[in-house]
């Protein structure tokens, strides 16, 4: 989509300073979702967005305002007292924090929060997130506003943070990734097999040891079927490695680890799954779901965080750590074409109750709201 531009639109519109922060280095889902949102509300006549970045050496494209910072040194500040930064970001009227942080500002302040994981486990959390952890904290105690992409999140922040001041606005739809049906070189000596895919950061958030036990049991009846893991190393991996090394040497020699794929090979990957495995602990939104229902590939998944509210009636769902539960629902995925026609159907209205238009003009509506409030 490349950088973001400043609109010059004339007239009364609010000026948004929006943090683009997410669509510079590795592309995440967080990412994904700042970049499809900053491209809708391009089409917004009510605001001009004014992207910013927090930065000390990058070099933004034209129409970014930098603030001069590095990252982390700005966030230690920002967890205690701090100055505003209203001259730097240009004097506007709401300034949208879109990754968990919101610098000190005298206006209106939204910040997005994508799941609490972080905030229920801040022992599982690195350094920097929890710096971020406490700016948000102190953002929200300042009377900044927040923003979620599901009502599960929405109601987690009411907890953990102690504060009504929050709005459920849901997400669009991911690009689904090309598929060119050809069958992926990674699992060239699994040709024509079927396979269960487990798409994520492997982190323990995601669970994947439960999936993998979960395996075990399919595996026993099913003796052709695979498990593919995809997904960057993170914070689990040791113990995803520790339960496929559990697995007998014949089960264990149908499980591929392929680590961070691109998008070539996800939509290859998706478009010859027979079932996707989403049993995380908590999820705020879920982009492999719709993924997923967009390519027609059946879902097996938790009852965890935002996952049922986004997957809809179009998932077969369990308790994250009831592997019988699990295996069970992959045997039904992978064996019974009418489970999968209605998934499918399913899938087709699910699809429908997403859009980035929408996305756009409720966060529109939601600056003009703490806009007014501040007058």
Same mark, same amino acid.
């Given at each position: 989509?490349?950088?973001?531009?400043?609109?010059?639109?004339?007239?009364?519109?609010?000026?948004?300073?929006?943090?683009?922060?997410?669509?510079?280095?590795?592309?995440?889902?967080?990412?994904?979702?700042?970049?499809?949102?900053?491209?809708?509300?391009?089409?917004?006549?009510?605001?001009?967005?004014?992207?910013?970045?927090?930065?000390?050496?990058?070099?933004?494209?034209?129409?970014?305002?930098?603030?001069?910072?590095?990252?982390?040194?700005?966030?230690?500040?920002?967890?205690?007292?701090?100055?505003?930064?209203?001259?730097?970001?240009?004097?506007?009227?709401?300034?949208?924090?879109?990754?968990?942080?919101?610098?000190?500002?005298?206006?209106?302040?939204?910040?997005?929060?994508?799941?609490?994981?972080?905030?229920?486990?801040?022992?599982?959390?690195?350094?920097?997130?929890?710096?971020?952890?406490?700016?948000?904290?102190?953002?929200?105690?300042?009377?900044?506003?927040?923003?979620?992409?599901?009502?599960?999140?929405?109601?987690?922040?009411?907890?953990?943070?102690?504060?009504?001041?929050?709005?459920?606005?849901?997400?669009?739809?991911?690009?689904?990734?090309?598929?060119?049906?050809?069958?992926?070189?990674?699992?060239?000596?699994?040709?024509?097999? @079927?396979?269960?895919?487990? #798409?994520? /950061?492997?982190?323990? +958030?995601?669970?994947?040891?439960?999936?993998? &036990?979960?395996? !075990? =049991?399919?595996?026993?009846?099913?003796?052709?079927?695979?498990?593919?893991?995809?997904?960057?190393?993170?914070?689990?991996?040791?113990?995803?490695?520790?339960?496929?090394?559990?697995?007998?040497?014949?089960?264990?020699?149908?499980?591929?680890?392929?680590?961070?794929?691109?998008?070539?090979?996800?939509?290859?990957?998706?478009?010859?799954?027979?079932?996707?495995?989403?049993?995380?602990?908590?999820?705020?939104?879920?982009?492999?779901?719709?993924?997923?229902?967009?390519?027609?590939?059946?879902?097996?998944?938790?009852?965890?965080?935002?996952?049922?509210?986004?997957?809809?009636?179009?998932?077969?769902?369990?308790?994250?750590?009831?592997?019988?539960?699990?295996?069970?629902?992959?045997?039904?995925?992978?064996?019974?074409? @009418?489970?999968?026609?209605? #998934?499918? /159907?399913?899938?087709? +209205?699910?699809?429908?109750?997403?859009?980035? &238009?929408?996305? !756009? =003009?409720?966060?529109?509506?939601?600056?003009?709201?703490?806009?007014?409030?501040?007058?």
């Amino acid at each position: 989509m490349g950088e973001p531009t400043v609109s010059n639109r004339s007239g009364d519109v609010l000026r948004v300073a929006f943090d683009a922060g997410p669509l510079h280095g590795q592309r995440t889902g967080i990412g994904v979702a700042v970049a499809e949102t900053l491209h809708a509300l391009a089409s917004e006549q009510r605001i001009d967005v004014e992207p910013y970045l927090l930065s000390f050496r990058s070099r933004p494209g034209q129409g970014v305002r930098k603030l001069p910072f590095p990252a982390g040194l700005a966030q230690r500040l920002w967890a205690h007292r701090s100055p505003p930064v209203d001259r730097l970001l240009g004097r506007p009227d709401v300034v949208h924090g879109t990754n968990y942080v919101v610098p000190p500002t005298t206006c209106p302040q939204l910040v997005s929060v994508y799941d609490c994981w972080f905030l229920d486990h801040p022992d599982d959390a690195t350094p920097d997130v929890r710096r971020a952890a406490s700016v948000l904290r102190r953002s929200v105690d300042g009377g900044a506003h927040v923003v979620t992409c599901s009502d599960a999140t929405s109601q987690r922040v009411r907890t953990l943070l102690g504060t009504d001041r929050v709005t459920t606005v849901l997400l669009g739809l991911p690009e689904c990734p090309t598929a060119d049906r050809i069958w992926p070189t990674a699992l060239a000596d699994h040709a024509g097999h @079927p396979f269960v895919l487990s #798409l994520g /950061t492997v982190e323990r +958030r995601k669970n994947v040891p439960a999936l993998v &036990a979960a395996f !075990a =049991r399919l595996a026993a009846e099913h003796e052709t079927v695979r498990l593919v893991i995809a997904g960057a190393p993170g914070n689990d991996q040791a113990a995803v490695d520790d339960a496929i090394a559990r697995l007998t040497p014949a089960v264990r020699s149908r499980v591929v680890v392929l680590g961070r794929v691109d998008d070539r090979l996800k939509g290859r990957l998706l478009s010859y799954a027979s079932a996707l495995a989403y049993m995380s602990l908590d999820e705020g939104f879920g982009f492999p779901l719709l993924e997923a229902q967009q390519a027609g590939v059946a879902i097996v998944a938790s009852t965890a965080g935002s996952i049922p509210e986004v997957a809809g009636a179009a998932a077969l769902l369990s308790s994250p750590t009831d592997t019988d539960a699990i295996a069970a629902n992959l045997h039904l995925a992978i064996t019974s074409e @009418p489970v999968r026609a209605k #998934l499918r /159907t399913q899938a087709t +209205r699910n699809l429908e109750r997403f859009s980035w &238009a929408d996305t !756009a =003009r409720q966060l529109t509506d939601l600056y003009l709201t703490l806009s007014n409030e501040s007058r």
